[in-house]
């Protein structure tokens, strides 16, 4: 009783001299994939590239394993495999960034065997099949995109270029992207094209996102080496929503930076660990249509989601067991470390982490006593309610 009492006395002590702490970051993680009970990573090791076929389901490219998967993203079961390792159209070496055409072709860039590889259904045999797509020109292709014309767009990392290919394989020679000196390729990743036929190249070597008008003249570029705040270090791959932000791979930082199209800086998630939402070298990535954004994240063989802050929904409390509640239905949570019931421990997980709470869940579901923010004054809310 007299443990209790402290903790009590500290908690209240605390509440009128601690800073408050506010939730105003754009983004928060959900739990990550690998944490369903139907997840099985055993095939994820070090996965590297993600592309979206359809709702709900993404192909995830392993080249350790020289193979190719297709996840329901909902519960992280593994639909179907393609791929081993060799030369023959539908094996793979060091498979890496993938994407799909409006037919729901897939192409992926098979780094070690110089070209791309296209999968698609077959509705006669009832199976995907593989073929070779294209290989003229390219060296070591890591990063592929498609236009709204389903031409393909390939960035050759060993050949410090970025190739266009016409559906029928054959390479559009007609093609430029035009550099000053000072921003050639050195070891492009990746390439998008966007609905105005602006193109998008992760200039890895030099840290940049280069943009391209449909002429392939060079209209800006945002980064530059380095740790800063949107400062990039060898980033691997990024994307694009339908709002026309770029989200990307920040690899080497340990985080994904999410830019306007003109590159200003509009949020920045992620962070060195392998706990809820943290990565260790992001690879892959791409959006949905709801705006959830997808990450490979490779060396912790797992696949991350992360949201926006504004959604209603919970996520799970570091230190907790289950995704939080509101038990007795009055707009506030109480069962904080979510194990189904309101008890002493919710108040201690709340205490602890007031700060992650106020960064990562909906201010308006842990705000328990209404004074519009989080602060500690709110603990002591939630065990007076106990």
Known sequence: ???????????????????????????????????????????????FGIGLVEPGFAWITVPGSNEIHKYNLATGERVASQGSTGTEPGQFRAPGGITADSKGNLYVADQGNHRIQRTYWDPVKQAYQT???????????????????DNVYVADMGGNQVLKYRQDGSQDKGFWLYNPENETFVSPMNVIVD?????????SGRGAVQVYNRFGNLTTSWGGIGNGTGQLNWPYSMTIDTQGDVFVSDSHNDRIQKYSPNGTLLASFGGEGSGIGQLSTPAGITVDSSGIV????????????????????????????????????????????????????DVVLYFNQMTWIAGNEPLSLFDINKNGRIDFADAVALFNGL
Do not use: C
């Open 131 to 149: 073929v070779v797509f294209a290989s003229e020109g390219l060296q070591t292709p890591t990063g592929v995109g498609v236009d709204g014309d």
């Open 294 to 345: 997808y990450v490979v994240d490779s060396v912790n063989n797992r696949i991350v989601t992360f949201k926006k802050q504004d959604s209603a929904d919970t996520v799970m409390i570091p230190g907790g067991v289950g995704v939080p509640r509101d038990m007795d239905d009055d707009g506030t949570i109480d069962d904080v470390n979510g194990n189904g019931r309101r008890d002493f421990a």
């Open 1 to 47: 009783m007299r443990h209790l009492l402290v903790v009590i006395f500290v908690l209240i002590l605390a509440s009128a001299i601690a800073p408050v702490v506010s939730a105003e970051t754009e983004y928060r993680y959900q739990t990550s994939m690998n944490l369903s009970s139907s997840w099985d990573p055993s095939h994820l090791q070090r996965p």
């Open 195 to 203: 609905r105005s036929n602006n193109t998008y190249v992760l200039n």
